[in-house]
């Protein structure tokens, strides 16, 4: 295949760097899924760590670069995952992290980014102001900007994940993950398809928040107006085009989903899986249920990318049936 | 130290025939618990695998010894999750299994085992009666009976789990563990003695089924005439000899909490952690939250032993604050 910016060999070198407790994370076939949706069902659970997402994993990588380079200070906007996991990779080196967020973003990552110990930094509007502040910072202050999926570190430690499905082969067909601004939709897709090109790469977006399904689709950049969907952390609407163009060279398709489906399948995996995820982490389920004749028979593994909840948001979401309207995003 | 039942070869030689996937499981600071307990707190996981608890180590014990016999048969009592362990343990080595159980057991339980080919005998009454039904069973049928705790192999399944938290010593001071028939207490225990004699080995267990944590106390076996806890994996009765002479040499406490704490810790779990657990699994935050002056300053590990919870019940113990009264057990 053409060649993404991604490079193998940096990724497995990105597990001698990785806190080895974000690595080798649990891979199981979940039987009770199954009945419901009618194909094999593997969940690769990420959230079972002290920041409850994957993306730790590159948050590792660039902060040990930092530390071996004697950067004391980093900056990076973020929904809420990314600093979170930035602000712990950053405390166990001494390097200052400050977090630019939306003051709309989820209050428990917030709170979590404030409790380990970095700067956060609130503007109004989404995520893109928040990227512009981030990036105003960084100049100003001549410190590291980290850009989720655009700075190679972030899809490499991502891509890990892959390197350990590729490990778990031949067992499944098609992996389904959550795409946002696509490091782990590059990253994942990357080494799959440099080591197991037989496995459907398929990406899953809220229909609420589509500019890189739009513009996988077009093979151009398509920037949306707005973002209107309870998956905080894949609601972007400037698609990076550097991270498209890898995406155009790793995933077999992208699917878009109801809000409703989302809901239905977070509450899907707590109540046959015993698992808590944020509607991002519910994205691949929410693929099987709007499309059960697709997958039907197939073994289908969902990368549980996040748990960080609103404890409220959360009981709303899952605690009755039916229900589940998305929140409007500023 | 006196010699236990337990053979540290034999336990490092189950590691080799435990599917991978129970083994090697999470282990992680959880931050987000300590600002309310006073103490850092590590999350052992056990609920990330298939049948969402850590019996299965010991059921791959038991399955792989029979497979190597040629037995196609077992039976063994169960509140569920050693039943649906073996259930799984057995399916995938063409061993037919039989659980018998308490028609008051946790349905979702009950439902697993059944899924996973099981065939299921309800009794009536609490745990004792179904073990000596599974017994009966046994002695008709002439097929193997797993008595969990009393068997070796469960024990020492459960002690895999000791040989990774001593993996990862020096990092904590205590362990926190569920107390019922004694499988889990006396298989870390016995390898954290053997291995790491400085790290305390506390047991917990529900004030409202004490039989284990009063014979401990009394170094003799004190049966009690009723269980009554929501903690329904360690609602035993009647203690087993070898299992308290073993628990005599490797635990250095046994704790009784309440049930109000078994509610508050699931709570806990979920709000400040993500993780859904079953009554069980909730015991060793319970009794972090009941003495927060012993543990002040210490860095404890929590067993999360399980999941398996019906989905109506465990919204009522975490949906609201306060609440939580204890069900009768029959």
């Known amino acids: 295949m053409q060649e993404t910016r991604l490079d ?5 070198a990105a597990r001698q760097v990785i806190d080895p407790m974000f690595l080798d994370t649990p891979l199981y076939r979940c039987d009770a899924l199954e009945a419901d949706l009618g194909c094999a069902v593997s969940i690769k659970l990420e959230t079972a760590n002290p920041v409850r997402s994957f993306k730790a994993r590159g948050t590792e990588v660039v902060a040990s670069l930092l530390a071996d380079n004697g950067s004391r200070a980093v900056v990076c906007a973020s929904a ?14 001494g390097i200052d992290v400050t977090v630019v967020a939306s003051r709309h973003a989820t209050a428990a990552k917030l709170d979590r980014i404030r409790a380990l110990g970095a700067t956060l930094e609130l503007v109004d509007g989404d995520h893109e102001p928040a990227r512009e502040r981030a990036a105003a ?10 850009e989720d999926s655009l700075d190679i570190e972030t899809c490499e430690g991502a891509a890990t ?3 350990e499905l590729a490990d778990a082969l031949p067992s499944f067909d098609t992996v389904l993950i959550a795409l946002g601004g696509g490091a782990l ?3 994942v897709g990357h080494v799959l398809k440099a080591l197991a090109p037989e496995v459907e790469v398929i990406c899953v977006q809220p229909l609420g928040a589509p500019a890189m399904t739009y513009s996988w689709r077009e093979r151009r950049v398509v920037v949306t107006e707005f973002a209107n969907t309870i998956a905080d952390g894949v609601a972007g609407r400037r698609p990076i085009p550097a991270v498209l163009d890898d995406l155009l060279l790793v995933a077999d398709d992208t699917i878009l989903v109801q809000e409703s489906s989302i809901v239905a399948g977070m509450r899907m ?8 995820v944020e509607p991002s982490a519910a994205l691949g389920i929410a693929a099987l249920l709007e499309d059960r004749e697709r997958f039907s028979g197939r073994h289908v593994v969902t990368i549980v990318c996040g748990s960080n909840v609103d404890v409220d948001a959360y009981h709303r979401w899952v605690g009755a049936e039916g229900g589940g309207a998305p929140r409007s995003s500023p």
């Open 8 to 12: 193998s060999a940096r990724i497995r």
């Open 80 to 93: 809420g995952n990314l600093g979170q996991a930035l602000a712990w990779s950053g405390r166990g080196r």
């Open 137 to 146: 910072i960084a100049r100003h202050d001549g410190i590291r900007l980290v």
């Open 161 to 163: 994940i892959g390197l």
């Open 185 to 187: 939709a590059t990253g």
């Open 269 to 276: 995996l707590l109540h046959r899986a015993g698992l808590v």
